[in-house]
């Protein structure tokens, strides 16, 4: 008796229908188990935006680099670079390197 209430219920009548169970369990298959599910499409779109930030970063290092080789085309900017970025001194200058203590 139940069941035939059952199946004059307007929802039950709309998901019994074949078309809209076909369509269901087709809708579930693409979203959970197919390779080319919305899950991995989505973890896809994230390692692509990561590695389009990545790009991005490079570029603009690259350019502070080329910035940087640019300027040492100078030789006063090489020796002011030498000196402050690897300690190198002229033959007659003493360097002395201080360094502070941090710690309180």
Do not use: C
């Not at 991995?40 to 779109?45: F, R």
């Not at 389009?52 to 603009?60: C, F, G, L, M, T």
């Not at 690897?86 to 201080?98: H, L, P, Q, W």
């Amino acid at each position: 008796m139940k069941l035939k209430e059952l199946r004059k219920k307007p929802w039950f009548r709309f998901l019994s229908n074949k078309y809209v169970l076909l369509s269901l369990i087709f809708a579930g298959w693409m979203i959970f188990l197919d390779s080319n599910s919305w899950f991995i499409h989505n973890e896809l779109n994230q390692e692509l935006n990561e590695l389009e930030d990545n790009k991005n970063y490079y570029r603009n290092e690259i350019a502070k680099d080329k910035a940087v080789i640019e300027q040492l085309q100078d030789s006063v900017e090489l020796e002011k670079f030498a000196r402050q970025k690897y300690f190198m001194k002229r033959a007659d200058e003493d360097i002395y390197i201080i360094e502070y203590d941090t710690i309180d």
